[in-house]
């Protein structure tokens, strides 16, 4: 039936709000900057919910089409070639200025380096993790176990991930210097100030306010480059070493090496300190938002379901009362955290929609029939997807322990969904994307989240701040994150 009422020709695909018609096209672009929230759930429940593409307004006045999830098998099956996802995040990141170069996007081989070592030294990037997290957790809850410290969540949260992931991205003496921890994440953050004006600027004048409004960034990568010199002049002497045993295991040495025998254009300091750059925004940027996320929720969640001290009982139930031993199998004993965690991705995910591709040739057939132009750029609505009440009782609800096995869900809580892994990807669960390019790092993303809440849980009291006694998300145009001035209030336990 669908396929009989396909498109065949691209020019028929409708659009969401008839935003392609005089007098519509202007709200649509207004939505999208105040209200995306309800143009994205217009779009789903109208169209990809029930299978049928749809135009959306896109970046930069342009228009995005909107896939329907059940694509996404099929898609997952074409190559590079045909859906590319780099083409496509460097249109929308606008990585030339945002970034620093299209390259650091659309180059394979940065990519191809972290997959190797997520695949080969997976054990040596949690240990480096672990090794790091705890003295960064430290730093910003404190040692006071009479006072309560107020701590910004988001803040500390994206100060401890960058600090820890840095001890396997450029190593030990540079994860540990605040200026450069400082300036990483200004580098992150004006990723998103850069496309984020991008965004909303006419394509044709990106070469003129490009350059002016990348001027900060191209300022934080000349400060960081001074930083990194003394590691990557450090690093040159193992390239030419035989003995490869005591050179360090960071991604700064593979990237140089890498680039040493294979790609000598890159092969200087800056371009290896903007990779670097690049990897910290790639790895650490949407990790703090569900880590930041996940803390609120799991307080505000504590009168009703306990999760506090569900989640403290299956930490001591996993580890006893020695310093846990961190693997993939002792984190996947976790089961009320993997639980929690999946929860938090399904309802804040950074963005609305995922599985972002162009479409790099004409004549490409949907399995119902559609065509799809060459040169789109496709995405696929995830937000309304992951709480659609029809997939899921209570959609919009944080419920922390839905996902656990179903033996191991507390009494009153929904057990439809029970058993689904936070790692686990379907084409109704789209926070680490689909397909062949879904995120390498999310079982990482995996261990280390769980290693940081059990760490903070164990040797800290936290509750939330009485002055924001229930912090919300904020919607930010696209984007939803959690309140940047939200607190929580930390305090050590005592020993016993
Ligand atoms: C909660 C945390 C994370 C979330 C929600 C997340 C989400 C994503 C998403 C949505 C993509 C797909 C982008 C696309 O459609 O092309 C992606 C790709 C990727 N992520 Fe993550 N990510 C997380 C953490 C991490 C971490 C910690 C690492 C590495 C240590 C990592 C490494 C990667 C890599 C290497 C890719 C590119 C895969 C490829 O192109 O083949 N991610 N991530």
Not at 486 to 495: C, E, T
């Amino acid at each position: 039936m669908l396929s009989r009422l396909a498109p065949r020709d691209p020019d028929d695909i409708p659009f969401v709000r008839n935003f392609d018609k005089w007098g519509f096209r202007l709200a649509g672009y207004r939505s999208l900057w105040n209200n995306s929230k309800d143009l994205f759930q217009d779009a789903y429940g109208s169209f990809t919910k029930h299978g049928r593409p749809c135009w959306i307004p896109g970046a930069s006045f342009s228009k995005h089409l909107a896939l329907p999830h059940t694509y996404l098998p099929w898609m997952a099956t074409q190559p590079d070639s045909v859906f590319n996802h780099r083409e496509a995040f460097d249109e929308l990141v606008k990585a030339k200025w945002a970034i620093g170069d299209r390259k650091y996007i659309t180059e394979p081989w940065p990519t191809k380096l972290l997959n190797t070592k997520l695949r080969e030294n997976f054990d040596d990037l949690i240990k480096a993790f672990h090794a790091e997290v705890q003295l960064a957790v430290t730093e910003q809850l404190g040692e006071d176990n009479a006072e309560w410290r107020e701590v910004p969540v988001y803040r500390a949260m994206k100060t401890i991930l960058v600090r820890a992931s840095g001890r396997w991205i450029v190593g030990k003496a540079l994860c540990q210097d605040p200026l450069f921890n400082r300036l990483t994440v200004a580098y992150m953050d004006t990723v998103f100030y850069v496309s984020g004006i991008l965004h909303y600027t006419p394509v044709i004048l990106h070469p003129l306010v490009g350059p002016l409004v990348s001027l900060r960034q191209r300022y934080i990568i000349e400060q960081a480059k001074k930083l990194v010199r003394p590691g990557f002049e450090e690093r040159l002497g193992y390239l030419s070493s035989s003995s490869q045993d005591a050179a360090p295991q960071d991604f700064l040495y593979d990237a140089m090496r890498h680039a040493y025998t294979s790609r000598k254009e890159d092969f200087n300091l800056h371009d290896i300190t903007i990779y670097a750059l690049y990897v910290y925004w790639a790895t650490c940027h949407q990790i703090t938002v569900t880590a930041a996320s996940t803390l609120l929720e799991i307080l505000k969640s504590d009168a009703e379901y306990a999760t506090t001290t569900r989640l403290q009982a299956e930490s001591t139930q996993v580890f006893g009362t020695d310093e846990p031993t961190w693997s993939k199998a002792t984190a996947a004993r976790c089961s009320l955290m993997d639980s929690t965690l999946r929860e938090s991705l399904r309802l804040h995910t950074f963005i609305s929609r995922h599985v972002f591709k162009k479409i790099m040739v004409d004549g490409v057939k949907a399995p119902d029939g559609t065509v799809l132009p060459k040169g789109a750029l496709t995405c696929v609505i995830s937000r309304p997807l992951h709480t659609d009440h029809e997939l899921i009782s209570e959609g919009n609800k944080f419920i922390p322990f839905r996902f656990a096995p179903a033996k191991e869900i507390p009494e009153g809580i929904p057990t439809d969904s029970a058993g689904k892994k936070m790692t686990t990807i379907t084409p109704d669960y789209l926070p680490f994307a689909y397909g062949k390019h879904a995120c390498s790092g999310r079982f990482l993303a995996d261990v280390t989240l769980k290693m940081l809440f059990t760490h903070i849980l164990r040797h800290f009291d936290v509750e939330l701040s009485p002055k924001n006694p229930c912090p919300q998300p904020v919607v930010h145009r696209e984007a939803t994150l959690p309140p940047r001035h939200a607190l929580i209030r930390a305090r050590r336990k005592i020993k016993v």
